[in-house]
């Protein structure tokens, strides 16, 4: 009799049959794994993106804040350049941003 990996079905041995689906079988391991692995790192990147994302919305927001500032006090510039000053007293801001730091600067 001779050994089980050398008996032969139509012209395929056992041995081949078992070399065929480990082959498989690892292959299969191998392209499941590495997909997880992207995924994982697809994953990881997206939640990076979408804290710079907030981070860079939170500057923006910053930065619109204080050109708003900037352009008031542009406009205060101009305005009060434009019509002479009516008394001695110095004129006081109407914006409120800007009251805490005018009044910081000149004494009352």
């Not at 981070?55 to 205060?76: F, G």
């Not at 305005?79 to 914006?95: E, G, I």
């Amino acid at each position: 009799m001779t050994a089980i990996e050398h008996r032969e079905l139509k012209g395929i041995t056992i041995k081949n049959l078992v070399v065929t689906i480990m082959g498989t079988a690892s292959i299969v391991a191998s392209v499941v794994t590495t997909y997880y692995g992207l995924r994982s790192e697809i994953e990881d990147i997206r939640i990076s993106q979408r804290t710079e994302e907030r981070i860079n919305n939170i500057r923006i927001k910053a930065l619109e804040d204080e050109m708003v500032l900037l352009q008031r006090e542009v406009d205060e510039i101009k305005f009060s350049k434009a019509l002479p000053p009516v008394s001695k007293q110095p004129a006081r801001s109407t914006y409120p941003s800007l009251l805490t730091s005018a009044r910081s600067s000149t004494v009352w």
